[in-house]
Structure formats: C-alpha cells, structure tokens
C-alpha cells in the first residue's frame, strides 16, 4: 500500500516562511503530478500548486503566486512547499496529494499538516 507522509508545517508569524515536505513510500507507484491542497476551518479544500514529476511544470492559485513555491525530489519521491510571505488567511490543513501515470485523479493523500500563521 503506497502513503504519503507529511512534515514540516506547525506555527509561524505573518511575513514569515514554513516548509512542508512529502515523501512517498510503501509500495512504489509512478507519479504524473504531486500537489498540495489545503482546507482551512469551516471552508472547503481549495488546491494551493501542483507539480508534474517528468517536465517540472507548476501551477499555482492566484492567492500564492510569488509567495509558494512547489518542487520536487525525484529521486526520493518527495514533494516540497516553501511558504514565504505568509499572512494569517494561509492558516489551514495543508495535504499533499498525488496522481499516479495511468490515473488522472488525486488517488493518494497525505494525512494532513497543521499550517497556524498568527499576526
């Protein structure tokens, strides 16, 4: 059974950065996209960025754009955000997500990361 295992995240101040990092693990599957995606309390999941694992392309919403960046490790099937500029609206549960080749879902979830940005 393939998991995604969260870290990184917990407290920062507004203006400030955090870092959440993925890793695959268990039984291995090809990778199309990783993604994070956050919800935060009482509001519904939103998709924050997301990464192809061939080409590198990203994707970002407009609410982080110059302020997250997503990149990955292909060698350790690991997938990062950097949050830099945060402001208390980026306080949610941060998941990451993953899409294996032959699917065109978010079929694999992490178990979520606690992002509390005060100000």
């Known amino acids: 059974q393939a998991q995604l295992v969260e870290s990184g995240g917990g407290l920062g101040q507004a203006g400030g950065s955090l870092r959440l990092s993925c890793a695959a693990s268990?039984?291995?599957?090809?990778?199309?996209?990783w993604g994070w995606i956050r919800q935060a309390p009482t509001k519904e999941r939103q998709f924050v960025a997301q990464i192809t694992w061939n080409t590198g392309s990203t994707y970002y919403t407009d609410s982080v754009k110059g302020r997250f960046t997503i990149s990955r490790d292909n060698a350790k099937n690991t997938v990062y955000l950097q949050m830099n500029s945060l402001r208390p609206e980026d306080t949610a549960v941060y998941y990451c997500?993953?899409?294996?080749?032959?699917?065109?879902?978010?079929?694999?979830w992490g178990q979520g990361a606690q992002v509390t940005v005060s100000s």
């Open positions: 268990g039984r291995p599957f090809r990778v199309r996209t």
């Open positions: 997500a993953a899409t294996p080749l032959a699917s065109g879902t978010w079929d694999y």
